[in-house]
């Protein structure tokens, strides 16, 4: 992953070993990023979801986002984005987590 700001951005970086390649920020918040981002293998955009930097550096926030994945993995529902895959990726020696998840234009 290729960093850009103190907020975690990650401008045209990718994520698992280049499967997904990070293209636009969506949005942000306190805690997380959201990029609209390709998945090579499946052919499609997806979105995806970021720690900071600073907090990616600290177990119990990984930890805690790992925890979010799994409980959003579990709903159904028309008006909630699917949770396609979780994982961490290196970052400047610290795992960086994050989470794809259905994009939905709009």
């Known amino acids: 992953m290729s960093q850009d700001g103190a907020q975690g951005r990650y401008a045209g970086g990718s994520v698992a070993g280049g499967r997904y390649q990070l ?3 969506l949005g942000e918040g306190g805690m997380a990023s959201v990029y609209l981002a390709y998945d090579s293998a499946l052919d499609r ?4 979801k970021t720690l900071h930097t600073e907090l990616g550096r600290e177990q119990s ?3 805690r986002f790992r925890r979010e994945a799994q409980a959003v993995a579990k709903l159904q529902h028309t008006n909630i984005v699917s949770v396609f895959d ?3 990726d290196e970052l400047g020696g ?3 987590p994050y989470i794809v998840m259905e994009y939905v234009e709009g």
């Open 23 to 25: 293209r636009d920020l």
């Open 45 to 48: 955009q997806v979105a995806i």
């Open 61 to 63: 926030f990984r930890e």
């Open 86 to 88: 979780t994982g961490e």
């Open 94 to 96: 610290a795992l960086m």
